[in-house]
């Protein structure tokens, strides 16, 4: 099946410095990813949709400038925590599906990455 | 912005036991979908039900859908100390560019 690699899986950083996380479609081509946010004990969060060639849409309460995202090419997205600070700590996970239809029935998950700022 | 709510919040129960867990939604749906999560992990695909469908079943699983209600059921059945985990409702929000939408979630604790 369809596979969403997400790097890196873990990271630690100290506050103010950009950490970048990686997602990718190995096996089939995404004009658009989702990424989300989810804190301890709660659920997934949509912060925005990266559209392949264009901006990102934000959802509302996501800051742009500070996660900034770039999705370069059909396989490929990153989400930068820009100046992070210990409120960023959290799990961040992508999706991407190879279709974008309106059912969006094939959609898979990478194994998300988990930001700690000290 | 999230698009459901799961009730109940936390279940635990003891293993061979049923665990029914309820997801309630907002908006007309073109299919709802549920995702389990183990702790700390990524999200893995359970089983998708259409709107037109009402119930469907994959091995120990049966989803109900009642779209006049907008809910779902999802019900695990002859539960094992290995379903423990969280369990999300999802559907699709058009408004987001058709990102999926999670519900708050209910955490399952089965014990042997």
């Known amino acids: 099946g369809a596979v969403v690699s997400q790097h890196p899986s873990w990271v630690i950083c100290k506050s103010g410095t950009s950490v970048k996380i990686e997602c990718r479609s190995l096996d089939f081509q995404a004009t658009t990813m989702f990424w989300y946010r989810q804190f301890p004990k709660q659920s997934l969060m949509l912060m925005a949709t990266s559209n392949e060639g264009s901006k990102a849409t934000y959802e509302q309460g996501v800051e742009k400038d500070k996660f900034l995202i770039n999705h370069a090419s059909l396989t490929l997205s990153t989400l930068t925590v820009t100046s992070a600070h210990p409120e960023d700590s959290s799990f961040y996970i992508c999706s991407a599906g190879p279709q974008t239809g309106a059912s969006n029935e094939k959609l898979f998950f990478g194994s998300g990455t988990q930001l700690s700022v000290l | 912005s999230q698009q459901g709510e799961e009730d109940p919040q936390a279940l635990s129960i003891q293993e061979g036991e049923n665990a029914t867990m309820n997801c309630s939604y907002k908006?007309?749906?073109?299919?709802l979908q549920w995702y389990r999560q183990n702790s700390g992990r990524g999200l893995v695909h359970l089983i998708l039900i259409r709107s037109n469908e009402r119930e469907k079943h994959s091995g120990r699983l049966r989803v109900t859908l009642d779209t006049s209600k907008k809910s779902s059921s999802l019900l695990i059945t002859a539960s094992r100390a290995a379903d423990t985990a969280s369990y999300f409702c999802?559907?699709?929000?058009?408004?987001?560019?058709?990102?999926?939408?999670f519900g708050k979630g209910t955490t399952l604790s089965v014990s042997s």
């Open positions: 999802a559907t699709v929000s058009y408004q987001a560019g058709t990102a999926l939408i």
């Open positions: 908006t007309s749906i073109n299919n």
